[in-house]
C-alpha cells in the first residue's frame, strides 16, 4: 500500500482525504483494464470514471472554480494504479481546460458532457513544426462568413481519432508570433477534419495526426477573445502542469512499493536483499525523491487554489522536478528487480514505458527549465 500520510499536510483539506479515500476503493475495483485495444479501453474509463462521479473534477461550471489540489490527488491516485486510465482522466480536464476557464454558456454544453464522461475531449496544440516552440503555430484560421475556415495539420494529438470535440488553435493574425493565435471548439464531426495518421508510441494510447482542410467554424466556436489564444493556452498548462507531476509522483509510489516487495521477498546469499546497504540507500534516494516531487507538486496546486492568478514557476518546478524523479526512482526500482525488471507484463517494465512522454508532453524538461530561469532572472 502506498504511502498516504501526505494526506495530513497543510495543504489538503477534509474532502480533499475524503476524495482520495473513495477514489482509492474505486481503483482497487476497477483498474488495471486490459490495455490490448487503447480505443476502447479509454472509452471505457472515461465512461466509467464519469459514472463514478470522478470527472465532475475535470471541469469547472460557471459558477465553480478547478481545484487543482482534487485534480493532482485524483492523476496520482489513478496513475499508481494504471496509466492508462490517468491518461483517460487528464484528457477530459486538458482537453476542456479552455472552456473551463474562459468558456461560454454555449460552449460549457459540452463541458456537461466531459463532465459526465458523455464524450472524449482533445487539447490540439501542437504541429509537425511547432511543438514546444508554439509562436510558430502555422494553421491558418481566416474570417469567412458567420465564422472560420481552419486549414493545417495538428500531430501528437492525444485522444486523436476517438475525440467526440477538440479544442485547436490556429493562427487568425491579429499581431505576429504568438500574440497572433487564436482557440476554437472543434466538432470531431466537422467536415474538412479527418485523421491523417495514428501514432504508435512506446505507452500506447490514442495518439493521431489530424488534417483541417478547409474546416468551417461559426463565431460561437471561439473561446474567449481572437488574438488571445497563446494566453489561453498558458493558463490552462498552468493548472494542469502541476498534474502531470501528479501522475510522475503516482508512478513513482507505485514503483517505490514494487521496488520494497521486491527486496524483502528476494534473497542473496541467504539475506534478503533489503538488508544490503547499498540498496537501503537506493531506497532512501527513492523515498527522498517522493516525497521532494510530493512537496513541490502539492505547492503548485495549493498556490492555484488559494487564488494566484498565474503559478508558472510554481508548476514549471513541478512538472520537472517530478517528472524528472520519477524517472530516476523508477529507474532504480527496475534495477532493483534484475532481469524480471524487463520482463514485458511486470509492473515496473510498464511504468518504465509510461513514464517517458511526461517529461515531454505540456512542455519538456528543457523547456521547464527556462521558465523557471527567466523567473529568477526577473
Known amino acids: 500500500m502506498a504511502d498516504r500520510s501526505f494526506l495530513d499536510w497543510p495543504f489538503f483539506e477534509a474532502r480533499h482525504r475524503e476524495l482520495s479515500a473513495a477514489l482509492e476503493e474505486w481503483c482497487a475495483g476497477h483498474l488495471p483494464v486490459h490495455h490490448g485495444d487503447v480505443d476502447t479501453a479509454c472509452r471505457d474509463l472515461v465512461a466509467a470514471l464519469g459514472s463514478a462521479g470522478f470527472l465532475r473534477h475535470s471541469g469547472a461550471a460557471e459558477d465553480e472554480r478547478l481545484d487543482v489540489r482534487s485534480l493532482c490527488l485524483?492523476?496520482?491516485?489513478?496513475?499508481?494504479?494504471?496509466?492508462?486510465?490517468?491518461f483517460a482522466f487528464a484528457m477530459q480536464g486538458l482537453g476542456m481546460g479552455a472552456v473551463s476557464l474562459?468558456?461560454?454558456?454555449?460552449?460549457?454544453?459540452?463541458?456537461?458532457?466531459?463532465?459526465?464522461?458523455?464524450?472524449?475531449?482533445?487539447?490540439?496544440?501542437?504541429?509537425?513544426?511547432?511543438?514546444?516552440?508554439?509562436a510558430n503555430t502555422a494553421t491558418l484560421a481566416q474570417r469567412a462568413d458567420g465564422g472560420w475556415r481552419l486549414t493545417g495539420e495538428k500531430t501528437y494529438i492525444s485522444n486523436g481519432g476517438i475525440a467526440d470535440l477538440y479544442?485547436?488553435?490556429?493562427?487568425?493574425?491579429?499581431?505576429?508570433?504568438?500574440?497572433?493565435?487564436?482557440?476554437?471548439?472543434?466538432?470531431?464531426?466537422?467536415?474538412?477534419?479527418?485523421v491523417a495518421e495514428r501514432i504508435e508510441v512506446i505507452a500506447p494510447h490514442p495518439?493521431?495526426?489530424?488534417?483541417?482542410?478547409?474546416?468551417?467554424?461559426?463565431?460561437?466556436?471561439?473561446?474567449?477573445k481572437a488574438g488571445e489564444g497563446f494566453k489561453l493556452a498558458m493558463s490552462v498548462l498552468d493548472v494542469?502542469?502541476?498534474?502531470?507531476?501528479?501522475?510522475?509522483?503516482?508512478?513513482?509510489?507505485?514503483?517505490?512499493?514494487?521496488a520494497l516487495a521486491r527486496v524483502k521477498s528476494r534473497r542473496i546469499q541467504g539475506q534478503p536483499l533489503a538488508s544490503l546497504q547499498m540498496v537501503q540507500g537506493h531506497l532512501a534516494d527513492m523515498a527522498l525523491?517522493?516525497?521532494?516531487?510530493?512537496?513541490?507538486?502539492?505547492r503548485a496546486a495549493w498556490t492555484?487554489?488559494?487564488?494566484?492568478?498565474?503559478?508558472?514557476?510554481?508548476?514549471?518546478?513541478?512538472?520537472?522536478?517530478?517528472?524528472e524523479s520519477a524517472q530516476q526512482v523508477i529507474d532504480a526500482a527496475l534495477q532493483l528487480h534484475g532481469g524480471d525488471g524487463v520482463r514485458k507484463g511486470c509492473p515496473v517494465e510498464s511504468l518504465y514505458r509510461d513514464i517517458r512522454a511526461l517529461r515531454?508532453?505540456?512542455?519538456?524538461?528543457?523547456?521547464?527549465?527556462?521558465?523557471?530561469?527567466?523567473s529568477v532572472l526577473e
Open 207 to 224: 495518439l493521431a495526426r489530424l488534417k483541417l482542410d478547409g474546416v468551417f467554424l461559426p463565431d460561437t466556436a471561439l473561446i474567449g
Open 102 to 134: 474562459f468558456g461560454t454558456p454555449g460552449q460549457r454544453e459540452w463541458l456537461d458532457k466531459t463532465r459526465a464522461g458523455r464524450a472524449i475531449s482533445a487539447f490540439a496544440l501542437t504541429e509537425p513544426d511547432s511543438g514546444s516552440d508554439v
Open 74 to 86: 485524483i492523476r496520482e491516485t489513478l496513475a499508481r494504479h494504471d496509466a492508462l486510465a490517468d
Open 304 to 323: 492555484k487554489d488559494q487564488g494566484a492568478p498565474r503559478i508558472t514557476r510554481e508548476a514549471a518546478m513541478a512538472k520537472l522536478y517530478a517528472t
Open 360 to 374: 515531454i508532453y505540456e512542455g519538456a524538461s528543457d523547456v521547464q527549465r527556462v521558465v523557471i530561469a527567466r
Open 167 to 194: 479544442v485547436v488553435f490556429a493562427r487568425t493574425g491579429e499581431a505576429p508570433g504568438a500574440r497572433g493565435l487564436s482557440a476554437f471548439l472543434m466538432p470531431a464531426d466537422s467536415p474538412g477534419l479527418s
Open 289 to 298: 525523491k517522493i516525497d521532494a516531487a510530493a512537496l513541490l507538486v502539492y
Open 240 to 258: 494542469f502542469r502541476p498534474t502531470v507531476g501528479a501522475a510522475a509522483l503516482g508512478m513513482a509510489r507505485r514503483a517505490l512499493d514494487e
